[in-house]
């Protein structure tokens, strides 16, 4: 392929710029032409970091041949951070705030200490936020980019002692409402006015106080999990943000046993759904196969299925073959064609990566919580929605029915997660391409047994 006949002159000024050893784009615009360059090679792209990318060998020699670039001296001296700053385009970092982070936390500490929950929460909720806005100007600067993992550390110490202070105050709130010296939802007159502690002296919003008593029975239950879970992001190069440790306490406040490993059979109105929406090889894999949910629909509607799990739980094809027990994360070789239900803890973005860059089926389709089209810190997650977006997201109208937990015999409750089917497919050029067509679909529509598929998809023929 001519690509000096293709590229744009826009194109050619990212190629001139990124010789010098970096480029970040301005806008969406060139967050685009930068993805058009990095998929032919003559870029390379930061990993979470859309905006920015590298020279590569090719862009570099095509450079070169275009006369971008000084034949007699393509290495450049300078970074283009630090170029940008010598040449006035930008200011310089300014210093870093380690040890007025450093003294805030040791402040926030001692208050806790001496038993000034209130204002040791204060300042920690400060130096949350300031070292978490330190470690993204960091990152932006290659004079600077080592402290990031400091910064994220003293983001965590300060995520950690907020959260044992939350917790302090939601106890006392509730210590309060017990002793009859504070309202109670709904009852405002309960206790003399004089007497009354209000919600607002806690500190912390009726939400806050409900998040707080969360982590409280996480704590209970299995100490130290906030920490471990704040230490876990950490140690990965990941921000330890307060969404992402309310996450973690969710799904973690059961053990893994009672988890069940992830296990959620999926309802058959969802698998149902995607067959009356999608057609598929007449072999299909489903690596994260459970006790069968998906396989037995699969197998009803005519496909062959190929089994497979972490776990061993014996599941079997109606012909009697017995799963694969194995990480499909090891796994090598093509594919077939892929329909699952993924787990959806720790290891599902690098699961969906590993079946896009290694077992490249000619599509994939899997079931997945509408939380996964955002996120941006994870590499993997990044890849798989971004790098290599589904060619098409089904998103369901209604809930699905709740997927309880494998072995769950307490009472059904009712949904509260909005789900997706993603369909990945491989393009001729071999990739999975850079368009996704979003349609909304009702399953309770998409599928009758007595008659077939039936259309409702808003956007669709």
């Known amino acids: 392929m001519d690509m000096t006949a293709m590229l744009s002159p826009e194109q050619k000024d990212i190629l ?21 360059l990095h ?25 070169r041949d275009l006369g971008l670039l000084d034949a007699a001296s393509p290495e450049p001296a300078l970074p283009a951070a630090t170029l940008a700053v010598e040449f006035g385009l930008v200011e310089a970092p300014k210093p870093a705030k380690v040890p007025e982070i450093v003294t805030m936390l040791e402040t926030a500490a001692r208050l806790f200490d001496e038993g000034d929950i209130q204002r040791a929460r204060v300042i920690a909720d400060g130096a949350y936020d300031l070292s978490q806005a330190e470690a993204r100007f960091a990152a932006k600067y290659a004079a600077t980019r080592e402290l990031v993992p400091k910064f994220r550390q ?65 704590e209970e239950k299995m100490p130290g999990i906030a920490e471990r879970a704040i230490a876990a992001r950490v140690a990965a190069g990941l921000a330890p943000t307060r969404a992402n440790l309310k ?9 893994k046993e009672e988890r069940g490993n992830n296990l959620y059979e999926t309802g058959e109105e969802a698998t149902s759904a995607i067959l009356a929406l999608e057609q598929f090889s007449a072999t299909v894999d489903e690596p994260f196969c459970g006790r069968g949910a998906i396989v037995r629909a699969l197998e009803d509607a005519g496909y062959d299925v190929v089994l497979g799990d972490l776990v061993d739980y014996g599941t079997t094809t109606k012909d009697g073959v017995v799963q694969d027990v194995v990480d499909y994360r090891e796994t090598e070789g093509p594919s077939h064609d892929i329909v699952s239900n993924p787990p959806y803890g720790d290891d599902m973005n690098s699961c ?110």
């Open 247 to 255: 996450a973690a306490i969710g799904t973690k406040t059961a053990t």
């Open 154 to 218: 003293l983001q965590g110490d300060a995520l950690l002692m907020e959260t044992r202070c939350k917790i302090q105050l939601a106890k006392a709130y509730d210590a309060a409402q017990e002793a009859g010296q504070a309202a109670k939802k709904g009852r405002p007159k309960n206790v003399a006015a004089d007497d009354i502690f209000k919600q607002a002296e806690a500190g912390l919003t009726r939400q806050e106080i409900h998040d707080a008593r969360k982590l409280a029975a996480a």
């Open 39 to 63: 998929q032919h090679g003559l870029v390379r792209r930061h990993d979470t970091d859309m905006m920015l990318c590298f020279p590569t060998d090719a862009g570099m020699t095509l450079a």
């Open 16 to 36: 001139r710029a990124v010789a010098a050893g970096e480029y970040r784009a301005p806008d969406g615009g060139g967050k685009r032409r930068i993805q058009r």
């Open 352 to 461: 969906i990566a590993h079946a896009l860059r290694v077992r490249k089926p000619r599509k994939m389709a899997l079931l997945l919580n509408l939380n996964v089209l955002a996120g941006f810190e994870d590499p993997d997650r990044n890849y798989i929605m971004e790098t290599c977006p589904p060619a098409r997201i089904y998103v369901m109208k209604r809930r699905v029915p709740m997927m309880h937990r494998d072995g769950w015999d307490g009472n059904k409750a009712s949904s509260q997660m909005n789900t997706m089917w993603c369909v990945w497919e491989l393009q001729e050029d071999g990739t999975y391409g850079d368009t996704t067509t979003i349609k909304r679909v009702d399953w309770a529509y998409t599928w009758n047994p007595a008659t077939g598929p039936e259309s409702d998809v808003e956007g669709g023929e």
